[in-house]
């Protein structure tokens, strides 16, 4: 493997870096550090022509960023309980935008993903930089959702529900910058408004996160790798192709999400008001 400086090559404005000359399967501990140097700014990192990497190597990567998930029912590569297999003919179409799992009190510090099998058009997948969301709302906004957690919630026949509080706005652990932390697929309410001011919030927020000036788009080839922060970004992949698309990602396993301390108590309705928090999901609407 070649000693030289990586060639690093910005993908959009706001964040995202392709980098070449790297070989995934032969890290040295000094290349690693700037693969991690090179992640924390751009937030997303990308690794082309990576087909000979071994799941020995995928599995090896992710532990230099800490513990793995095994993922509890998932298909995994056998042999290897840490990879999940990632196929789009088998339901893997995450076509909505979203941080991993933030319905748990720890949510993943980053996930690697190894993409194997593209369609020849379409197939992509987008980022969006959560500190630049953050910061280019005005400042009474920014002080508002300092003082603010959300409820996020993932309730399904097969998994049932499962549920975590986290701040609106996290503080990176590394970076000490602050990011907004709600996320269309997951986040039901902020607990200390009222629905309908929540429900306004929120939309507002989602729709803000997801505008094109905060985001960019990976085209895949066959091989490619996608390492990412869920720390500080949202993604979605594009669901506009019907050709085979699989690939295979390791997770790692995550922190609990830091904030500023809540400024207000939870919001008490009036004995005759209608609140239902338990019953909304931004996913999935009024039920």
């Known amino acids: 493997m070649s000693t030289s400086e990586p060639m690093v090559t910005p993908v959009s404005g706001a964040l995202g870096a392709e980098i070449r000359g790297v070989d995934l399967t ?75 799992v933030t319905f748990q009190p720890n949510p993943p510090v980053a996930s690697i993903l190894h993409l194997q099998v593209c369609p020849a058009s379409g197939g992509d997948t987008m980022w969006s930089n959560q500190y630049l969301v953050y910061e280019t709302l005005s400042e009474p906004m920014r002080e508002l959702l300092d003082g603010l957690t959300a409820v996020h919630v993932l309730n399904t026949p097969q998994t049932g529900e499962h549920s975590a509080e986290h701040p609106v706005v996290r503080i990176h652990p590394e970076t000490g910058r602050r990011s907004l932390y709600v996320t269309r697929m997951w986040t039901s309410h902020i607990p200390q408004l009222s629905r309908p001011e929540s429900d306004a919030l929120l939309q507002y927020l989602f729709e803000h996160s997801e505008s094109p000036r905060f985001n960019c788009r990976y085209r895949w080839q066959p091989g490619a790798v996608a390492m990412w922060d869920n720390r500080a970004t949202q993604h979605l992949a594009v669901n506009d192709y019907t050709e085979p698309r699989r690939g295979q990602r390791v997770t790692v396993l995550g922190d609990q999400p830091t904030g500023d301390t809540p400024r207000w108590k939870e919001y008490r309705p009036a004995p005759d008001e209608r609140y239902y928090p338990r019953h909304v999901t931004a996913r999935h609407g009024y039920r």
């Open 26 to 100: 032969e890290l040295t501990d000094e290349l690693f550090e700037r693969i991690h140097e090179l992640l924390l700014k751009h937030l997303v990192v990308f690794f082309p022509d990576q087909e000979h990497l071994t799941p020995q190597a995928h599995i090896a990567l992710g532990r230099r960023l800490g513990e793995l998930e095994v993922h509890p029912f998932l298909p995994k590569v056998e042999g290897h309980p840490e990879i999940v297999v990632l196929d789009a003919d088998q339901g893997a179409k995450a076509d909505e935008w979203h941080i991993d």
